[in-house]
């Protein structure tokens, strides 16, 4: 087993969800974590309860990944304090509104490329760097089902995850010949404050999508995530891909209501 025990992680949009659970997951595991998100009042209270509970080092950072220069500010803070992270896991993102493409919002669009794209893009081009001259590593890029097919209303939020899916395996050709490993987890429907934020704070709306059967909890994606992590230096999980049991693809579901 590869422990993450004494490492660093860089987990971003760590404020909520898939980001948040796996923060403490892998400080439950000796991880010391360093967290972002735009929230500052979520970002402050997850810092102190997981320094708290497992008494690693904790440091956060509240920016937006769609501003290069705060991306680099925190690289540079990182390269300051003399931290190589040794985890980066690309997680900040969103679905914003699901709407046919004809009648789509350029404001929404523009959310999701930016963050989901260019917000990874930014932080993987700021630390990246690091990480390859230190010669290990992992990177983790959150990615989706949404990245593998395409379904009715999904049309930009899939295109950003299928550019994620290419991303990851771009960087996973760039990084040969160094020890920086890098894998795409894909996740389908998973219970976090991912359907709130797609339908602007309609939380009945949300809750309809995770009716009639048990979705995937953040936990659960945090549970892969640290499975990729202890694999063992020379193995190189590229891509998982997750559902609920009661999915089985983005159109076949077995729900009960
Ligand atoms: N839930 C699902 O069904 C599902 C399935 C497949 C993939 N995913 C992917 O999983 C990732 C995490 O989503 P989640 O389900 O955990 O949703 P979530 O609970 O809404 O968490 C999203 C996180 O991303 C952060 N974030 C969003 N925009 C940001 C920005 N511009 N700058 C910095 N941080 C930003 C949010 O923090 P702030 O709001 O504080 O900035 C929050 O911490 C996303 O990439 C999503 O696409 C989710």
Known sequence: MNSVRGKWALITGATSGIGKATSDLLAKNGCNIIITGRRADK??????????????KVLSYCFDVRNLNQCAELANDL???????????????LA????????????????????????LLYITRCILPAMIDKNEGHVINIGSTAGHTVYPEG?????TKFAVKALNEA???DLAGTNVRCCSIDPGAAE???????????????????????????????????YVLQTLPHVNITNLVMYP?????????????
């Open 171 to 173: 960087i996973n050709l």
């Open 192 to 226: 976090t404050e991912f359907s709130v934020v797609r339908f602007h704070g309609d939380e009945e709306k949300a809750k309809k999508v995770y009716k009639g059967y048990t979705p995937l909890a953040a936990e659960d994606i945090a549970d892969a995530i640290l």
């Open 43 to 56: 970002l402050e209270a997850t810092h102190h309860i997981i320094e708290e509970k497992y008494g690693i």
């Open 96 to 119: 914003s509104g699901k709407s046919k493409i004809q009648e789509g919002l350029i404001a929404e669009w523009e959310k999701m490329i930016d963050t989901n794209i260019k917000g």
């Open 155 to 159: 049309n930009v939020y899939n295109a």
């Open 79 to 93: 390269s300051e304090r003399e931290i190589v992270p040794d985890i980066l896991i690309n997680n900040a993102g």
């Open 245 to 257: 049991t009661a999915q089985r693809s983005v159109y076949v579901w077995d729900k009960k209501l």
